[in-house]
């Protein structure tokens, strides 16, 4: 009970790449990750798919191989542009974590998978954890409502092709998705399925009082003091509204619930090896790409309706 099967993985690596896996804040809920495997001695960076014309901020250039891929320094900070990642390289630095946060442009699983590799290659990351700001990156594919999934399955689809030791997922910000049309019961029937797979490998709250929950809360307010003029995220608020106890649903797009400050962990073959059309994007070059197989493979399948936990 006291160690959670996701960390019994994560025990034997050294160096460990964290993802954001659907873009824009999803990279902060990785913040806490980051911060309880540096206190167990381990090489620990960020990084992961990202919103912003990563080009167009100051000081910024794609790496020489993969034009998809950049290291984000806190110079490139701006408060007149969207940018969380840049913010978060701020806040490293000022931590005293003098190290880039990688971004990735949004393209297809062809080429993030190859600069995924050689990203992962360059580092000698032994593990790679994609993280998930809400849950929508568990569905199999046949769901009521698959949120917004293209930089999702992207990044799933990209890393379950890596040669790497241990791979994981962890989505934190449960109940945050209602506007997406996600079916929570539907998601609690994904966990139980994967279960019996063997790819729940548990969950933990992420607590105010711990030294992850207060890296997570100091990193977030940073960025948003740093972004105030930009979009936030409801997803990484309702996980900062959880954590300080509040419950229930402050407006119809989500529904704040202790629930929702847990991280989940998860194996990535076991999600990736159950999902229903994952297979289908591995050709793709473009986002765009993505975004068309997605609704294609969607349409030959018998999309389930909505259903409800009984409690």
Known sequence: MIELPAFERLREARSVL???????????????LFAALRALGKIVHLGGVSFTSLDALPGCQSDEKHACLFAVRGASAV???????????RWLEKSGHDQPVWAFAKVGVRPL??????????????????????????LRGDETSIGTPAEDLTSLCAVSGLE????????????AELRDGISHAQVLERVADLQTRGGFLGAVSLQTQTA?????????????????????????????????????GPNSDTWVSPLTALCWFFSVPEVAGSHLFLSHLEPTETIWDVTTRVRGCRSTLAVRGRSSIPL
């Open 18 to 32: 964290l993802l954001g896996a659907g873009g824009g804040y999803d990279i902060l809920g990785a913040v806490p």
């Open 79 to 89: 408060s007149d542009r969207y940018c969380p990642e840049p913010w978060l390289a």
């Open 113 to 138: 998978r190859a600069a995924l590799a050689d990203l992962v290659e360059r580092l000698a990351a032994d593990a790679v954890v994609l993280v998930d700001g809400g849950v929508d990156i568990l």
């Open 164 to 175: 790497v030791p241990t791979r994981l997922i962890m989505c934190l910000g449960f109940g």
């Open 212 to 248: 992850p929950g207060a890296a997570y809360l100091e990193a977030l307010s940073y960025v948003l003091e740093g972004q105030r003029s930009q979009r936030g995220s409801h997803v990484q608020g309702s996980v900062r509204a959880a954590m300080s106890g509040q419950f229930g």
